[in-house]
């Protein structure tokens, strides 16, 4: 069973803070995706990466960065939290194609205050 | 207008009772996913679909590629169904998932 896994499950920052939301895969998946969900607006994609060290800004990229240095570790990177930012954060898998079934991760429920 | 539509955005039924989520696109698509979100944020993949029909234990998805709608089925409803069904759909221009704004369910005992 693929096996997906999110830093924290609960996160609680301030304004103005640094955050670092980390992704875990444990199946060589090639394709690593960062979603947002907000009530009523389904998942919009952040930022989504094919490969290591490469990147591709999704819908709404604004206010975020991504890192992977290794293809298990997707990383998300808030460079200074705002309140609009407070939101259920979601990482997803594929194995190879972008058409492939997608595996998540538990979430994270960010709140910034 | 969105791209992929769902209704109803909340329902609410009796055990037993046959559930019916539909999922309506606008665009040219390579796939349409079903997705189920238990509280507390998991979710995970029902169906992968690009025509006709797939069944699984209780949940049947549909799917009409001239009229761009796909439907989910649950027969025979439980309370454990009670979730969060998102339909999304893959574009056939650049493999883009496109999401819906997901469906609530409620199954009361």
């Known amino acids: 069973d693929v096996k997906v896994t999110q830093s924290s499950r609960y996160l609680v920052k301030r304004t103005g803070e640094k955050v670092f939301l980390e992704c875990v895969q444990d199946m060589d998946h090639e394709n690593m995706f960062w979603y947002r969900q907000d009530p009523g607006l389904g998942l919009r994609l952040i930022y989504f990466?094919?490969?290591?060290?490469?990147?591709e800004k999704g819908d709404i990229p604004e206010g975020y960065s991504v890192s992977r240095e290794k293809k298990e570790r997707f990383s998300l990177i808030l460079e200074s939290a705002s309140t609009n930012q407070t939101s259920m954060y979601l990482c997803?898998?594929?194995?190879?194609?972008?058409?492939?079934?997608?595996?998540f991760g538990p979430g994270t429920r960010l709140t910034v205050l | 207008k969105n791209e992929v539509e769902q209704s109803p955005q909340n329902l609410t039924a009796q055990e037993g009772e046959f559930i019916t989520i539909n999922c309506s696109y606008s665009?040219?698509?390579?796939?349409l996913h079903w997705l189920q979100q238990h509280p507390g944020g998991g979710i995970v993949s029902l169906f992968m679909l690009s025509s006709g029909k797939k069944k699984h234990g209780r949940l049947i998805a549909t799917i009409n590629i001239q009229e761009k709608h796909s439907s989910l089925h649950i027969t025979a409803s439980h309370p454990r169904d009670s979730a969060v069904y998102i339909c999304?759909?893959?574009?056939?221009?650049?493999?883009?998932?496109?999401w819906g704004a997901g469906t609530k369910l409620i199954i009361k005992p």
């Open positions: 665009v040219g698509i390579s796939a």
């Open positions: 999304a759909v893959t574009l056939d221009s650049n493999y883009q998932l496109i």
């Open positions: 997803a898998t594929t194995p190879t194609s972008l058409l492939d079934t997608q595996y």
């Open positions: 990466s094919y490969d290591v060290k490469m990147k």
